[in-house]
């Protein structure tokens, strides 16, 4: 890391937990290899802190930030602008303060699409089922919709407070791109069952199965599972979550959320810096399969 002098700009990730995010490594590297005198940092906050939070560090000149789980719906109350691919998804992991003027960005989408090509897969024509409906999972039925694929199938229990809002999302999603996307109750296990079996990309976009619940699985039941089907998980910590473990015993290709990680903060280092980050020497460093 460069030394921290009182020119060093403030970029950061709000969100609960983060003592596991591997960001700053990523970030702090190569604000390092470029030469940029910035360095990256983690704060523990939740929805509730998020306002007092987000108001201190545009205070104190803060050039850029990320958001993840649960503050990516949250922090748009707070934004004074957002980009065409925010507004589509309704939440944020990405703000720029431009002279005081925070702007959300999201780059989940982006981030998983270049995981799914970096997996060796094309959704083009293919039918997703997607579990959960917070920021991450909105990021990605959009761009999966707008990427060519037939179908999205919306997986969440009804009581969510982002039900209303998820159909609202579907629907329009749905005229924007012409791909059918579906929202779906967590508990109607017959559509959930067909929605799999027809399925080429199942994708939990939750957090369960993260750190520390790892023994927690959002499909309990692994009849579900097919050899044609392929399964991704955006928890990266663990890197094999008991879904993608148990999808693998069943004969599926898996991938976790690691490399959706480094292309989402990809992104959003080109965002803050207007230069590109050194992906290849940061996926070498720190996004190996252990």
């Known amino acids: 890391m460069n030394n921290i002098?009182?020119?060093?700009?403030?970029?950061?990730?709000?969100?609960?937990?983060?003592?596991?995010?591997?960001?700053?490594?990523?970030?702090?590297?190569?604000?390092?290899?470029?030469?940029?005198?910035?360095?990256?940092?983690?704060?523990?906050?939740?929805?509730?802190?998020?306002?007092?939070?987000?108001?201190?560090l545009k205070t104190c000149g803060i050039r850029g930030f990320n958001l993840t789980m649960p503050n990516k719906n949250k922090i748009v109350e707070l934004l004074d602008e957002l980009s065409p691919e925010a507004q589509l998804i309704g939440a944020v992991n990405t703000v720029l303060n431009d002279n005081g003027k925070l702007i959300g960005y999201n780059t989940d989408g982006y981030g998983f699409m270049q995981s799914v090509r970096d997996a060796g897969h094309d959704i083009t024509g293919k039918n997703i089922t997607v579990m959960g409906v917070g920021g991450a999972s909105m990021a990605i039925c959009a761009q999966s919709a707008l990427d060519g694929a037939a179908s999205v199938h919306i997986f969440a229990r009804r009581t969510s407070r982002y039900w209303n809002?998820?159909?609202?999302?579907?629907?329009?999603?749905?005229?924007?791109?012409?791909?059918?996307?579906?929202?779906?109750?967590?508990?109607?296990?017959?559509?959930?069952?067909?929605?799999?079996?027809?399925?080429?990309?199942?994708?939990?976009?939750?957090?369960?199965?993260?750190?520390?619940?790892?023994?927690?699985?959002?499909?309990?039941?692994t009849s579900l599972f097919h050899p044609e089907l392929v399964v991704a998980d955006?928890?990266?910590?663990?890197?094999?979550?008991?879904?993608?473990?148990?999808?693998?015993?069943?004969?599926?290709?898996?991938?976790?959320?690691?490399?959706?990680?480094?292309?989402?903060?990809?992104?959003?280092?080109?965002?803050?810096?207007?230069?590109?980050?050194?992906?290849?020497?940061?996926?070498?460093?720190?996004?190996?399969?252990?």
Not at 31 to 41: A, C, K, P, T, W
Not at 237 to 258: V, W
């Open 5 to 56: 002098t009182g020119h060093t700009g403030l970029t950061a990730l709000l969100g609960s937990p983060v003592a596991h995010s591997i960001s700053p490594l990523m970030h702090n590297e190569s604000f390092r290899l470029l030469g940029l005198d910035y360095v990256y940092l983690c704060f523990d906050v939740n929805e509730e802190t998020l306002p007092a939070a987000v108001a201190g």
């Open 165 to 221: 809002r998820t159909q609202k999302f579907a629907e329009n999603l749905s005229a924007k791109t012409g791909c059918q996307v579906c929202l779906f109750d967590n508990d109607d296990h017959t559509a959930l069952r067909d929605s799999i079996a027809q399925s080429y990309l199942l994708i939990n976009a939750t957090s369960v199965g993260m750190v520390p619940d790892i023994d927690d699985t959002i499909i309990k039941d």
């Open 234 to 290: 955006v928890v990266y910590e663990p890197q094999e979550t008991r879904l993608l473990r148990e999808a693998k015993a069943a004969g599926c290709q898996t991938f976790n959320g690691m490399y959706m990680l480094l292309h989402q903060g990809a992104k959003a280092f080109q965002i803050w810096t207007g230069q590109e980050m050194p992906v290849s020497v940061i996926k070498e460093k720190y996004f190996s399969v252990k």
